[in-house]
């Protein structure tokens, strides 16, 4: 991302969130404040590709706050959002008694609060902003055992480095969980088409200036994610997004695309 401004990759999904909204009705995953918090109207274009894009971030963020509602009934009170953007989850919080930490770069936390302070959302007073740019500075947080890591829309764009001393944060924190979604590589794409396609969206995200950087397979992943101590994992790719969202059971298991991964420890 360019200095001084805020990430751009972080406002196109914000629009995929509000486009949701709109399109279908807020269907796989409601947001009250995804349309106020943008500022203009979303792109509600069908154009090749949107639609898959639109519906996975969709499933992505349903899929995560799931588990945290999971995760709050079984006693957590502390939520880390590591690279916020314009997430809006902080400003709809049902449970008062969860403290929400929002991490992200300074420049896209100030547009942030400046699109807050436009649209009229209230900040909770159980919400603090940790300003951190994830490839130069080491992140610590004020946070103790049972926190929630919301990490969605990040992990691809960071070097591998980068990836792994934030995984090493979050598994240093005693009985952690933590929601992220990763990219498999262009090469393990099915067809030659779809190869093709995921290295044009990989283009267009570089020339913004946020290139993706780690991919990674399911089972190279969840054999690393158990190294660190997450025993219990969840893994959904296309087919089991597919069939748990969508009503298609059809889509095969080895299906390749984006993937959402909830790893806990107990």
């Known amino acids: 991302m360019e200095t001084g401004q805020p990430s751009r990759t972080a406002f196109s999904a914000a629009r995929y969130r509000a486009a949701h909204q709109l399109i279908e009705g807020g269907e796989i995953f409601s947001d009250p404040l995804a349309v106020r918090i943008l500022g203009v ?34 006693g957590t009170r502390q939520l880390v959002v590591l690279g916020a953007g314009l997430d809006t989850f902080a400003y709809r919080n049902p449970w008062p008694e969860l403290h929400v930490f929002e991490v992200d770069h300074p420049d896209t936390q100030a547009f942030k ?18 300003p951190v740019d994830f490839e130069r500075e080491k992140l610590t947080l ?35 969980e933590v929601v992220f979604d990763y990219a498999m590589p262009p090469s393990s794409m099915a067809t030659p088409e779809k190869q093709a396609a995921l290295e044009v969206r990989a283009a267009r995200v570089a020339r913004l200036g946020e290139p993706w950087q780690t991919y990674f397979l399911p089972d190279d992943l969840a054999a690393e994610l158990r190294k660190l101590g997450f025993d219990q994992l969840e893994d959904l790719g296309p087919s089991e997004l597919a069939a748990r969202w969508f009503g298609r059971p059809d889509v095969p298991k080895d299906t390749p695309g984006g993937h959402v991964v909830h790893a806990r420890q107990t």
């Open 41 to 74: 109207p979303p792109d509600a274009e069908e154009a090749p590709g949107r639609r898959a894009m639109r519906l996975f971030i969709a499933a992505r963020t349903r899929f995560a706050e799931d588990a945290l509602a999971e995760a709050v009934r079984n």
């Open 142 to 176: 004020p946070v103790g055992p049972q926190a929630f890591f919301l990490w969605l829309g990040v992990v691809p764009y960071l070097t591998r480095t980068g990836f792994d001393e934030t995984l090493g944060l979050i598994a240093a924190t005693p009985r952690s």
């Open 113 to 130: 609060r400046q699109r807050l302070a436009e649209a009229g959302i209230a900040v909770p007073e159980g919400v603090t902003y940790v």
